[in-house]
């Protein structure tokens, strides 16, 4: 296994009994996990090819216990790892043998829904689709709009700043976020922002938003809400060549439309997803573009007439416009699926690396090359508009030599999409997985102004350890003597 | 040391005594511009003038129609792009394309222990390592000095349109602006100038968009206001030179007023003008209601206790934009965050800064 884990802490380990009888007095009943077997369903999340069992996990209820919580394993010296649904692709969520996990999934009522000023206020467990379920009856929704959406938690999209399809015109996380309930590693209770636009002092919430759980454990969050645009429809462009889509991306973008989502699939892409999802993808073709207008029937034509006429001037061999709410729906599953659809005919890695738009051609070349020269398979799904990169790098997990070279060939793609000048992850995170890479993006100058800021905040780095920032990052002094 | 860019909002914040300044004023010049990625950069004091007239150039522009403040302050010189991130400036269109902040996606920066330090980069999606970009974004020079900065832009839109309702009361143009930002039809502007001296209130929501659109939309969203009153117009050219003014609170320009620039959720607007009413302010709200400007006597504490009070009861803050150098001295400039908000931004200073070198007392007492 390439990617190291820091020695559980004996110390640590010798207090188990103590830390649970603790954690009982304060999450009564079932909250409290630590059967061996039971502990297992969270030694992972959804980068699977690392594992670590936890000492204890601890399902708090409100905001109160959470803050407890940490202030008896801020105490104690007791690593803290929080959790959402454990839907990480970076291993943002994997535990250690000597943490506690804090997972906030039964915290997930909706506290507030505010029309009137487009807001809305939910306990940090809730999924990232039950916040637009809430809203829906009135033609609201929450724009970000991760694939992983009908499991992922509101707490985890702030832990990582989480994007989706639709980000080219909504934003991502951190633009849809008014207000954060955080609970501190000292177990203080902090109320940041709320119902207004600016909140008074340093933008707190900009820094914890992605964050990755350094700073603190997020209980509540403030959202804002958007009505839902009249219509929307997706529309797929076929390319016999990879070139043409992108330039059909970059000539729509100076002919000043903005799409709500352009997404990106290679020709090994549409087939896995095609077989999966059956959406009518066009199979013929080596790179496919979904490009989704939204608006009024008599704006969506417009604009969709615009870039067709785009896209022709680029050759163009299949256009092809939803003519349903289905065929949209099945459309999206497509892409959506793209994970899940690769997963049933392989293992993969998948990269989130964000380059320049303009290197489209170059990175597409880079990682062809990179991939077959490890004797792999590659499949291209990527947010175009923004320059969002997800290969899925295909290997076989039984095979331990393919999996490193597997693991090789991602470092080697996202060294490439620095040296473009992009850099190592879009929406994603850092976690353990990116971690040893930091330094191809930062100096040793950048890494400690961002250690000095999480030893501010956590001065022994109990919260989720050994993520983001290289087990041997620079740290002020001071810090290394409290750890 | 005093940190300074272009100089226009000199008067923002609480006076900073320093023994020397620092100014960015020669790190001048675009970086980079690519107009097909949406991506700009320049060194921190470029006049915003430079990169405004090269996006437009282009058929672009910056998102968050940054205000001029020279009108308010009654300054001259150029607004600088470090002074814009600095104080993450931002006008009407912030209610629907975000803030300063929300655009900025790279910084260079040297804190306060002389590193020269980078967060974010020139690509839209960036999560890797912490966001230093938007925990500097608004950071009055407090925490660093910042010497390039980096936006994403968007295309200019075609054209624009204003629909105006007249002689609406607070709570009815909050209704009938809520009722606009919660519809399909993407306003970028939603603002009220309640009725003063002869003139009638006027409510005003802007659309942009392509022409088609425009007329769609002008048509839906007037059907949309119908019960708030008649609906009338505006077109482009109108509508673009009323929106500068709301983006830089024109109608406090070379008044003797303190100026209050209050943040609140929009549906707290109505209930927060009453409890500033024994001020006899002059108001003007933007953002839906989410942004109050109040004008009030420049005599004794500018209001101070009563405005904190207000907004704090409103569930927002408050900022006295303009004031004497004296009074901003004596009063809370910023409405003071709870004390473990607080302990924050003192650990945010101290990572950054921990010498207390930079604008010291700039944002609070110590900060």
Redesign the interface.
């Known amino acids: 296994m390439a990617i190291a884990f820091p020695v559980p802490r004996a110390d640590v380990l010798a207090k188990r009994d103590r830390v649970i009888a603790a954690l009982r007095a304060i999450v009564p009943g079932e909250g409290v996990i630590t059967e061996e077997k039971e502990r297992r369903a969270f030694e992972t999340d959804a980068l699977t090819s690392y594992r670590r069992l936890p000492m204890v996990v601890v399902l708090p209820e409100t905001t109160e216990q959470v803050a407890a919580i940490l202030a008896f394993c801020h105490a104690e010296g007791v690593p803290v790892v929080a959790r959402g649904a454990g839907t990480s692709l970076c291993g943002g969520s994997i535990p250690q043998e000597d943490a506690v996990v804090l997972g906030v999934a039964k915290m997930n009522r909706v506290l507030d829904v505010?029309?009137?000023?487009?807001?809305m206020r939910v306990e940090a467990g809730i999924t990232n689709l039950a916040i637009s379920g809430e809203v829906a009856h009135a033609?609201?929704f929450y724009a970000p709009d991760p694939s992983s959406q009908l499991a992922c938690t509101i707490a985890g999209n702030v832990a990582?700043?989480s994007?989706g399809a639709h980000?080219l015109k909504y934003?991502?996380t951190?633009?849809n976020i008014l207000g954060l309930k955080l609970v501190?590693v000292e177990g203080?209770?902090?109320?940041?922002g709320?119902?207004?636009?600016?909140?008074?002092?340093?933008?707190?919430?900009?820094?914890l938003?992605?964050?990755e759980g350094?700073l603190g454990v997020v209980t509540e969050v403030t959202v804002r809400i958007l009505?839902?645009?009249?219509g929307a429809r997706p529309v797929l462009f076929g390319f016999r060549e990879i070139a043409q889509a992108g330039q059909t991306v970059?000539?729509i973008?100076?002919?000043?439309?903005?799409p709500v989502a352009i997404e990106y699939m290679d020709r090994e892409a549409i087939h896995i997803c095609e077989a999966f999802a059956k959406a009518g993808y066009p199979l013929d073709v080596e790179a496919m573009l979904i490009i989704e207008v939204e608006?009024?029937e008599?704006?969506m034509e417009?604009?969709l007439a615009r870039i067709v006429e785009i896209a022709r001037r680029h050759d163009v061999a299949t256009v092809k416009e939803s003519k349903s709410a289905m065929e949209t729906a099945a459309i999206w599953k497509g892409r959506k699926s793209a994970f899940g659809a690769t997963g049933r005919v392989a293992d993969y890695i998948c990269m989130d690396g964000?380059?320049?738009?303009?290197r489209l051609p170059d990175v597409l070349e880079g990682i062809d090359r990179i991939v077959k020269g490890y004797g792999l398979r590659v499949a291209n799904v990527f947010?175009a508009g923004?320059?969002?990169l997800h290969p899925l790098v295909m290997f076989n997990v039984n095979d331990p030599a393919e999996q490193v070279k597997a693991e090789h060939a991602g470092e080697d793609i996202l060294r490439l999409c620095v040296q473009l000048?992009?850099?190592?992850?879009?929406?994603?995170?850092?976690g353990i997985e990116?971690r040893d890479l930091?330094r191809e993006?930062?100096?040793e100058?950048?890494?400690?102004?961002?250690t000095?800021?999480?030893?501010?905040?956590d001065p022994q780095w109990l919260l989720n350890p050994a993520k983001?920032f290289p087990l041997d990052a620079p740290r002020d002094e001071a810090s290394r003597e409290a750890a | 040391m005093a940190v300074a860019g272009g100089g226009t909002r000199a008067g923002l914040g609480r006076p900073v005594q320093a023994a020397a300044t620092v100014s960015t004023a020669k790190l001048s010049g675009i970086t980079l511009y690519e107009p097909a990625e949406l991506v700009i950069a320049a060194k921190a004091g470029t006049p915003l003038r430079e990169v405004t007239e090269a996006l437009a150039a282009k058929g672009q522009r910056l998102p968050f129609e940054p205000m001029d403040h020279r009108p308010l302050y009654g300054t001259a010189g150029e607004p600088t792009v470090g002074g814009i991130a600095a104080a993450n400036v931002s006008g009407p269109a912030r209610i629907n394309l975000g803030a300063a902040r929300d655009s900025m996606i790279g910084l260079k920066f040297v804190n306060g222990l002389a590193e020269d330090v980078k967060s974010g980069g020139r690509v839209m999606k960036n999560v890797t390592g912490l966001d230093l970009v938007k925990a500097l974004a608004g950071s009055l020079g407090t925490l660093a000095v910042f010497h390039e900065v980096c936006f994403k832009v968007l295309p200019k839109a075609e054209g624009e349109r204003t629909l105006a309702v007249t002689g609406l009361s607070i709570p009815q143009a909050v209704a009938a602006l809520s009722a606009a930002l919660g519809s399909p039809f993407e306003p970028t502007g939603a603002a009220h100038l309640p009725a003063s001296g002869g003139e009638t209130a006027r409510t005003l929501i802007r659309i942009e968009g392509f022409s088609a659109s425009l007329a769609y939309r002008t048509d839906a969203l007037s059907r949309l206001l119908a019960p708030f009153g008649a609906v009338e117009t505006l077109e482009a050219e109108t509508s673009a030179g009323l929106w500068a003014g709301i983006r830089d609170a024109a109608a406090f320009a070379g008044t003797d007023e303190a100026v209050w620039r209050i943040s609140v959720p929009p549906s707290a607007a109505p209930a927060l003008a009453e409890r500033l009413a024994p001020l006899e302010p002059r108001l003007m709200l933007d953002w839906g209601g989410g942004l109050v400007w109040a004008g009030v006597a420049a005599t004794g504490d500018a209001g101070a206790g009563r405005v904190h009070a207000a907004a704090k009861a409103a569930g927002g803050y408050a900022t006295l934009v303009r004031a004497a150098e004296t009074v901003r001295g004596a009063v809370d400039v910023f409405s003071p965050p709870a004390g473990p908000l607080m302990a924050i931004q003192r650990k945010m200073k101290a990572s950054f800064d921990p010498d207390g070198v930079l604008n010291p007392g700039r944002m609070y007492p110590g900060v």
């Not at chain 1, 000048?421 to 850092?430: F, N, S, W, Y």
């Not at chain 1, 100058?445 to 961002?450: G, I, N, P, R």
């Open positions: 505010n029309f009137a000023d487009r807001t033609g609201f990582m700043n994007g980000c934003g991502v951190a633009n501190t203080e209770i902090v109320e940041i709320g119902g207004a636009l600016d909140s008074p002092g340093y933008d707190l919430i900009g820094l938003v992605g964050s350094q009505r839902q645009a009249e970059s000539d973008i100076g002919a000043g439309i903005i608006g009024s008599s704006e417009a604009m964000t380059i320049p738009t303009g947010h923004d320059g969002n000048g992009g850099c190592l992850t879009g929406e994603h995170g850092v990116k930091m993006q930062f100096t100058v950048d890494l400690l102004q961002q000095r800021i999480k030893t501010a905040l983001v």
